[in-house]
């Protein structure tokens, strides 16, 4: 028989310097941890959101899904009112925040999205859903990694891989979720195709989608069903979007789950396969201005091109060795999208 000796109790000290993150169930702050001497996150939850026998289970699911790009915890411990949740600190915070400054390239999409992927990819082989897949709980390590974080709603698959979830970032939920309180793996697909969507759109314009719909349930389901939101169709894309990446965020966000990846693997596959379809597409920052100015630019080491459309026309710009001349053929009046896309094929 198990001889069962009474738990070790230890002393732990940490300072807190700020708060750099909330959410519902708790705060994250930046702390110099006085044992390890060094500045870790630590994320605070107050014992009065959770059941006794629940304190530590975000902390026992995030050590489980051990992964490349899963944040590891580095140590778990509670106090009378609080548990603490001890991660690295990444200084370049999460995704939502660097969405709120500006776009990504499509590389960068694609290459965050094939990391979270993976992560998902990592705790789905383990019988966990996380249910709470957004930018907020994407970081970013200091290696340009994305990091899935937050367990906080993840939960234990049955038999059926199904679990009991009725707390979704509504935003991202599925249809599904407001009919059902049964999901499985294509909750978690569609919020990581709402995520990939996102990142396409831009954070303004999906808050202009968002917005309307005031975080309200019934308008939400509304939405979902009539088609309203989120708005699928090529047009809504930027320009530099390419259409086999349109094509991927379009299934994952499909209404019927039967017309959505059947697993993370295929939506995974699909988004890898498309820089070698769209090279030429990668890499351009794009920037839309507070009066409707869009450009787009592409830098290396020899040549800077840079499209700007503006009121209808553009302007081209090839800038080599700092002598800058206008592009003749891409200076053009009452600008078509496809011409755009084309410009931005050639470039």
Known sequence: M????????????????????????GRVHLAKDHQLNTELAIKQISKSHLQKDSYFQEAQLLYLSEHQYITPIKYACETDD???????????????????????????????????????????????????????????????????????LAKHADRYFHAHHVNGFIEHSPPEYFTEYEHGIWFDIYQMGMMVYRMCIGEEEFVKLTRPLDRD???????????????????????H???????????????????????ILDMLNDLAAIPDENKMMLDWKYTVYPNSKKDWCKDNSSVKITITVENGS??????????????????LNAIKRSEIQQFLKEY
């Open 2 to 25: 198990l001889d069962m000796k009474p738990a070790t109790v230890a002393n732990l000290r940490f300072t807190i310097i700020r708060t750099i993150g909330h959410g519902g169930f």
């Open 82 to 152: 609080d548990i603490y949740l001890a991660m690295p600190f990444y200084s370049r915070g999460s995704l939502a925040r660097i969405l709120e400054k500006r776009f990504l390239t499509v590389r960068e999409i694609i290459s965050y999205s094939i990391q979270v992927l993976s992560a998902i990819h990592n705790i789905h082989s383990r019988r966990l859903l996380h249910f709470d897949i957004k930018p907020d709980n994407i970081l970013i390590s200091d290696a340009s990694e994305a990091h899935l974080t937050d367990f906080g």
């Open 217 to 239: 349930f019934e308008k939400h389901k509304e939405a979902r069903e009539n088609g309203d939101f989120p708005k699928l169709d090529t047009s809504f894309f930027p320009e």
């Open 241 to 263: 979007i390419p259409l086999k990446l349109q094509a991927v965020v379009k299934t994952a966000l499909a209404y019927d789950r039967a017309d959505r990846y059947q697993s």
């Open 314 to 331: 553009s302007v081209a710009t090839k800038v080599t060795s700092k002598l800058s001349q206008n592009i003749r053929s891409h200076c």
